[in-house]
């Protein structure tokens, strides 16, 4: 009888559960339905130009964004850390290519040619190199030795060197935004009624190809595949010989790498920077690799561009000082009804 | 009494290093307005404002350590429940509500303030606990960080309601009805009716109070059965569910009175201040609330406030102090010129300043690399560590024995 009430009483809880559960999906769609039918309003208002002319702008904002989520994602997936000085590696890839630009003898409004072409990929391998070193020393430095402490312990870390990153930006060029010089040509073609200029091709064309070498890199190559192994069981890994520090440092080396890239494009779109610019930015890319379920790397690229959309979009047509608030609120429903984002896989409780 | 005092004389204090801080803290506590009067040469109020200040910090984090170190839920956010407070005390203590579209102002006295702040936060609480606290560790983290960042965000864009950048100012000065007065403050005996509190002083008195009432209750939480709910929690959910704890609720709770002291601080803030304004309550609070936690000794409670009040020094008084002790000292050794800022060279007060993110920083990364347990640790947690208790160790040992 005891067990027979019980299991009365569980189903009870379940259905009221699910009631509930529904009730909540239920509303959360309405509340979807309802945006996009306020979205499609304003969007017939401005006018099909706009509307092609926030699209450029907003897959352009996606991709710089997914860069800067896949280097979230990685080191989430391999040591579970939420890396809080990633967004600080990006604004830190902006402020050195603004400083390297002339080194390279880029000056702003010149004459373009195949010469300048390697000028800028020079600028590009510098910054993305040194930001991979940094990237590969915090983790030496300030992760490493706290691999085996709890779990609090990293985390601080990793937001005290977001902190010294922050500060010795901050040393470098001051509180105020600096400028990032203006040095791709102002050529734009015409599609639509809307401009579409060299940075947005630029912004595509760089994530386009990094995304698909990180993919083959992931897919093909045996330290992708030692990345692999070590994500999903570090212990076992190790029995298997695979050298795990080896694997974790190149996982920042590659993180880095992207986003670096991300902020000399951030820089070449935006021409501005400012040294806390990687918390934003960065809060953003994390809200995006959670968005396509962290550890996932299609689904940091994906959640990029999505939130790219969004953002872009709101600031659009809407009032672009909730922003941020859509965003966070975004973030939040994503993890209270879809807590393993848009691609994640189900992770078990450790 | 007299047992209590044996009891006290006959424990012996070595064998727990709490009682030592506890005592310490008490003295500290009671001799300070003394000690302030002495440094400040007779003009005490700038130095028991402070204190009043680092109050509402000690009051912070002690109700984060009830989330983190006792119920071990991470949470980035702490500080939208701080601003939460703040908000209320000033929505009806205060003429503000008359230039919403409301039309009317609600003056509710302080005390009063107090405790609806504190059921204002606690249900904001559970609002955001509810959904979320079934998430696991991090993304719970991360649930925060986003209400966090809602928070003020939403006080700054609403203007209609709150004033956005401005804040609301003027708020209602606390009042007690009856206050006694004496030669302490340079009258003769006597009581006073209506009481205003403008004097550091009774902020300092008040705050005290109010820490006292929170350390006992924090104390009995922590060896009450659900105190040892959250430590299981902590140490492993899922064999603590398996034992018959309801981890929702005990997590809930923890969540709940954890925000609720933040109401409690809010409230006193505000009334401090007499001003709210969203730029007080941003990302940084948490963190160095956070922080004031992990440093002192995460679940312990005389170590975080301890390390409360290290933080508090160090941030709000060492660091902004630093350019001015930068640009004495290089008058002092002869190195004027590097006062003065000249092309990209900004002065070394201004450098000094720009170093304040800097030299945080790097205290949060060496302190947490040399002492992880946090510089109090609970006896628990520091065995906790040097034995340890994950099975990473038994890989070790195999890499150990194999080379």
Same mark, same amino acid.
């Given at each position: 009888?005891?067990?027979?009430?019980?299991?009365?009483?569980?189903?009870?809880?379940?259905?009221?559960?699910?009631?509930?559960?529904?009730?909540?999906?239920?509303?959360?769609?309405?509340?979807?339905?309802?945006?996009?039918?306020?979205?499609?309003?304003?969007?017939?208002?401005?006018?099909?130009?706009?509307?092609?002319?926030?699209?450029?702008?907003?897959?352009?904002?996606?991709?710089?964004?997914?860069?800067?989520?896949?280097?979230?994602?990685?080191?989430?997936?391999?040591?579970?850390?939420?890396?809080?000085?990633?967004?600080?590696?990006?604004?830190?890839?902006?402020?050195?290519?603004?400083?390297? #630009?002339?080194?390279?003898?880029?000056?702003?409004?010149?004459?373009?040619?195949?010469?300048?072409?390697?000028?800028?990929?020079?600028?590009?391998?510098?910054?993305?190199?040194?930001?991979?070193?940094?990237?590969?020393?915090?983790?030496?430095?300030?992760?490493?030795?706290?691999?085996?402490?709890?779990?609090?312990?990293?985390?601080?870390?990793?937001?005290?060197?977001?902190?010294?990153?922050?500060?010795?930006?901050?040393?470098?060029?001051?509180?105020?935004?600096?400028?990032?010089?203006?040095?791709?040509?102002?050529?734009?073609?015409?599609?639509?009624?809307?401009?579409?200029?060299?940075?947005?091709?630029?912004?595509?064309?760089?994530?386009?190809?990094?995304?698909?070498?990180?993919?083959?890199?992931?897919?093909?190559?045996?330290?992708?595949?030692?990345?692999?192994?070590?994500?999903?069981?570090?212990?076992?890994?190790?029995?298997?010989?695979?050298?795990?520090?080896?694997?974790?440092?190149?996982?920042?080396?590659?993180?880095?790498?992207?986003?670096?890239?991300?902020?000399?494009?951030?820089?070449?779109?935006?021409?501005?920077?400012?040294?806390?610019?990687?918390?934003?930015?960065?809060?953003?890319?994390?809200?995006?690799?959670?968005?396509?379920?962290?550890?996932?790397?299609?689904?940091?690229?994906?959640?990029?561009?999505?939130?790219?959309?969004?953002?872009?979009?709101?600031?659009?047509?809407?009032?672009?000082?909730?922003?941020?608030?859509?965003?966070?609120?975004?973030?939040?429903?994503?993890?209270?009804?879809?807590?393993?984002?848009?691609?994640?896989?189900?992770?078990?409780?450790? | 009494?007299?047992?209590?005092?044996?009891?006290?004389?006959?424990?012996?204090?070595?064998?727990?290093?709490?009682?030592?801080?506890?005592?310490?803290?008490?003295?500290?506590?009671?001799?300070?307005?003394?000690?302030?009067?002495?440094?400040?040469?007779?003009?005490?109020?700038?130095?028991?404002?402070?204190?009043?200040?680092?109050?509402?910090?000690?009051?912070?984090?002690?109700?984060?350590?009830?989330?983190?170190?006792?119920?071990?839920?991470?949470?980035?956010?702490?500080?939208?429940?701080?601003?939460?407070?703040?908000?209320?005390?000033?929505?009806?203590?205060?003429?503000?509500?008359?230039?919403?579209?409301?039309?009317?102002?609600?003056?509710?006295?302080?005390?009063?303030?107090?405790?609806?702040?504190?059921?204002?936060?606690?249900?904001?609480?559970?609002?955001?606990?509810?959904?979320?606290?079934?998430?696991?560790?991090?993304?719970?983290?991360?649930?925060?960080?986003?209400?966090?960042? #809602?928070?003020?965000?939403?006080?700054?864009?609403?203007?209609?309601?709150?004033?956005?950048?401005?804040?609301?100012?003027?708020?209602?000065?606390?009042?007690?009805?009856?206050?006694?007065?004496?030669?302490?403050?340079?009258?003769?005996?006597?009581?006073?009716?209506?009481?205003?509190?403008?004097?550091?002083?009774?902020?300092?008195?008040?705050?005290?109070?109010?820490?006292?009432?929170?350390?006992?209750?924090?104390?009995?939480?922590?060896?009450?059965?659900?105190?040892?709910?959250?430590?299981?929690?902590?140490?492993?959910?899922?064999?603590?569910?398996?034992?018959?704890?309801?981890?929702?609720?005990?997590?809930?709770?923890?969540?709940?009175?954890?925000?609720?002291?933040?109401?409690?601080?809010?409230?006193?803030?505000?009334?401090?201040?007499?001003?709210?304004?969203?730029?007080?309550?941003?990302?940084?609070?948490?963190?160095?609330?956070?922080?004031?936690?992990?440093?002192?000794?995460?679940?312990?409670?005389?170590?975080? =406030?301890?390390?409360?009040?290290?933080?508090?020094?160090?941030?709000?008084?060492?660091?902004?102090?630093?350019?001015?002790?930068?640009?004495?000292?290089?008058?002092?050794?002869?190195?004027?010129?590097?006062?003065?800022?000249?092309?990209?060279?900004?002065?070394?007060?201004?450098?000094?300043?720009?170093?304040?993110?800097?030299?945080?920083?790097?205290?949060?990364?060496?302190? =947490?690399?040399?002492?992880?347990?946090?510089?109090?640790?609970?006896?628990?947690?520091?065995?906790?560590?040097?034995?340890?208790?994950?099975?990473?160790?038994?890989?070790?040992?195999?890499?150990?024995?194999?080379?």
């Amino acid at each position: 009888m005891g067990a027979v009430g019980e299991a009365i009483r569980r189903r009870r809880s379940d259905l009221r559960a699910g009631l509930t559960g529904r009730a909540l999906d239920v509303g959360l769609y309405v509340l979807i339905i309802a945006f996009l039918y306020v979205l499609a309003t304003k969007v017939l208002d401005h006018g099909a130009d706009y509307l092609v002319q926030i699209l450029f702008f907003a897959l352009a904002n996606g991709a710089i964004y997914a860069l800067i989520a896949l280097g979230y994602t990685m080191v989430y997936g391999i040591i579970e850390l939420i890396n809080f000085a990633h967004g600080d590696v990006f604004a830190f890839g902006a402020f050195l290519s603004a400083s390297l #630009i002339p080194v390279f003898g880029l000056t702003e409004g010149q004459v373009w040619g195949p010469l300048t072409i390697f000028q800028l990929l020079g600028v590009f391998v510098v910054t993305m190199l040194v930001c991979a070193l940094l990237n590969v020393s915090i983790e030496r430095i300030a992760y490493r030795p706290l691999r085996h402490a709890p779990r609090l312990a990293p985390l601080i870390t990793a937001i005290g060197v977001s902190f010294f990153l922050e500060g010795a930006m901050f040393l470098w060029k001051g509180p105020s935004s600096v400028h990032y010089p203006d040095v791709l040509p102002d050529v734009s073609i015409s599609i639509l009624g809307a401009r579409l200029g060299v940075k947005e091709i630029t912004v595509w064309i760089v994530t386009a190809t990094l995304v698909v070498a990180l993919a083959l890199f992931i897919d093909r190559s045996k330290l992708g595949k030692a990345m692999r192994a070590t994500a999903q069981d570090r212990d076992a890994a190790q029995l298997m010989g695979i050298d795990i520090d080896r694997t974790i440092a190149a996982t920042f080396f590659i993180g880095a790498v992207l986003a670096g890239a991300g902020g000399i494009m951030y820089g070449l779109s935006y021409n501005t920077a400012v040294f806390d610019l990687g918390f934003s930015a960065g809060l953003v890319a994390f809200t995006a690799a959670v968005f396509g379920g962290i550890g996932n790397i299609y689904g940091a690229a994906i959640g990029g561009m999505v939130l790219g959309l969004i953002r872009t979009f709101w600031d659009g047509y809407f009032d672009s000082a909730w922003s941020d608030v859509v965003i966070f609120a975004i973030l939040i429903m994503v993890l209270v009804f879809r807590p393993t984002g848009i691609l994640g896989m189900r992770v078990p409780e450790k | 009494m007299i047992g209590w005092f044996r009891r006290v004389w006959e424990t012996d204090p070595r064998k727990d290093p709490n009682s030592v801080v506890y005592i310490a803290l008490g003295l500290f506590a009671l001799l300070f307005p003394i000690i302030a009067n002495v440094l400040s040469g007779g003009n005490p109020n700038f130095l028991l404002s402070v204190a009043g200040d680092a109050g509402v910090y000690l009051l912070l984090t002690l109700g984060l350590n009830v989330v983190v170190g006792m119920a071990g839920l991470l949470d980035l956010g702490y500080a939208a429940f701080f601003a939460i407070g703040a908000y209320t005390f000033a929505f009806i203590a205060s003429d503000h509500l008359q230039v919403t579209p409301l039309h009317t102002s609600l003056h509710v006295p302080f005390w009063i303030v107090l405790i609806v702040a504190l059921f204002v936060a606690a249900s904001f609480g559970v609002i955001l606990g509810a959904p979320t606290l079934r998430l696991r560790g991090d993304y719970l983290a991360i649930v925060t960080l986003g209400f966090g960042e #809602i928070v003020p965000r939403v006080f700054r864009n609403a203007s209609v309601w709150t004033s956005g950048v401005n804040g609301i100012s003027a708020l209602d000065t606390p009042e007690l009805p009856v206050w006694i007065r004496g030669p302490w403050s340079g009258d003769p005996f006597g009581f006073v009716q209506n009481f205003k509190i403008f004097d550091p002083l009774a902020y300092y008195v008040i705050m005290v109070f109010l820490l006292v009432i929170c350390v006992v209750l924090v104390r009995n939480l922590q060896h009450s059965r659900m105190g040892r709910a959250w430590a299981a929690i902590r140490e492993d959910e899922v064999a603590a569910a398996a034992m018959g704890v309801n981890t929702v609720q005990a997590k809930l709770l923890a969540f709940a009175i954890g925000a609720a002291f933040s109401g409690f601080a809010g409230t006193f803030y505000g009334a401090k201040l007499s001003l709210v304004s969203p730029e007080n309550f941003g990302f940084s609070v948490s963190i160095t609330v956070l922080v004031m936690v992990v440093l002192g000794g995460m679940g312990n409670i005389p170590g975080v =406030m301890a390390g409360s009040l290290l933080v508090y020094y160090v941030i709000f008084i060492l660091l902004p102090q630093l350019p001015d002790n930068a640009t004495s000292l290089a008058n002092a050794i002869g190195l004027s010129g590097l006062t003065q800022s000249s092309g990209d060279w900004p002065g070394i007060g201004e450098m000094a300043a720009r170093l304040k993110f800097l030299v945080f920083g790097l205290i949060l990364v060496v302190v =947490m690399l040399v002492r992880p347990q946090g510089l109090i640790p609970s006896r628990e947690r520091q065995q906790e560590l040097t034995k340890g208790t994950r099975d990473d160790t038994i890989i070790e040992d195999v890499q150990a024995e194999t080379g």
